[in-house]
């Protein structure tokens, strides 16, 4: 049975950091892709960083470049979510999620399997 458990959220003031974690079990196949996704009040829940294996391929959405990385460890089983200078936009719940795909998606129905969400919030 496929578990994704994260951890790491929390409230933070505008330009401030944090780092959510994702730890994966029970996935024994070689071509997937990790990622995180992130859905906001009275919003759809969108594509943030995802991470492909075998080949690594790192993809962010457009408002994140350049202030979000994601990366792996642990043999691939833990996946990270580094955030810096966050953005009061940035106020969503994160989830971690794993697509049976080698190319990323940014489309939530091509998810397999979803973490169960961690809150992530920023404000004054």
């Known amino acids: 049975q496929v578990q994704l458990v994260e951890s790491g959220g929390g409230s933070v003031q505008p330009g401030g950091s944090l780092v959510l974690s994702c730890a994966a079990s029970?996935?024994?196949?070689?071509?997937?892709?990790m990622a995180w996704f992130r859905q906001a009040p009275g919003k759809e829940r969108e594509g943030v960083a995802f991470?492909?294996?075998?080949?690594?391929?790192?993809t962010y959405h457009a408002s994140v470049k350049g202030r979000f990385t994601v990366s792996q460890a642990n043999a691939k089983n833990t996946l990270y979510l580094e955030m810096k200078n966050l953005k009061s936009e940035d106020t969503a719940m994160y989830y971690c999620?794993?697509?049976?795909?080698?190319?990323?998606?940014?489309?939530?129905?091509?998810?397999?399997?979803w973490g169960q969400g961690n809150q992530v919030s920023v404000s004054a």
């Open positions: 029970g996935y024994a196949e070689s071509n997937y892709c």
């Open positions: 991470i492909s294996t075998p080949r690594s391929t790192l």
């Open positions: 999620s794993i697509s049976r795909r080698s190319s990323c998606s940014f489309r939530p129905a091509d998810v397999d399997y």
